[in-house]
């Protein structure tokens, strides 16, 4: 009998009104986990509405990347969303602070760069013991983050807010959520090697 696959991994995005940069991500993120055969449940949320499409440029800019925001329709971002997922990416450190009071489960809150920038270094690290499988990479990345990670604005870890700005913004918005998300995706690919291994 061979053996159950591991259910996938639940990953909520969060932005502000879950109209632009949170349903980009999650659309990537979905995307890229497909290309690199990691089993992901992504989806979306933010703060202020419910029921609205994602805006027109950041549709226009996702189209340009092949995928359809279409369908989406923002929601507000609830406990029992919080507590349904394994991962939670903000795109500024003032949105994982919020959640983190809303859920008080710290430990799986992250930023979109700074989860990246974590991932990246506990699966290139050449000194460091390999992380065989997804979920104790998730473990790991709340190990290693530091205390204050959500203090203060970080502009480094942040992506700022597009919305009503012109289709140039967006794609670079659109640029800086891909490169994220590309490390996360690969990340996640090779810890899910190790496991294999």
Known sequence: MSPVPPSPLRILVVCTAN?????????????????????????????????????????????????????????????????????????????????????GNEEKVHTLKAFGALVF???????????????????????????PAFLGDGRVDEIADPHGRSARVHRKTADEIAAAVDVIASSMATSQEQARA
Do not use: Y
């Open 121 to 147: 270094e506990l699966t290139a690290a050449e000194h460091e013991p390999s992380i065989a499988g997804v979920r104790p990479l998730l473990r790991a990345a709340a190990i290693a983050r530091s205390g």
């Open 19 to 103: 109209i632009c940069r949170s349903p980009m991500a999650a659309a990537m993120l979905a995307a890229a986990s497909v290309d690199r055969g990691v089993a992901l449940t992504v989806s979306s949320a933010g703060f202020l509405f419910e029921g609205n499409p994602a805006s027109d440029t950041a549709t226009k800019v996702m189209r340009e990347r092949g995928l359809d925001l279409a369908p989406h329709r923002s929601r507000i971002v609830t406990r029992q969303l919080l507590d349904d997922a394994d991962l939670v990416l903000t795109m500024e450190r003032r949105h994982a602070r919020d959640l983190v009071l809303k859920c």
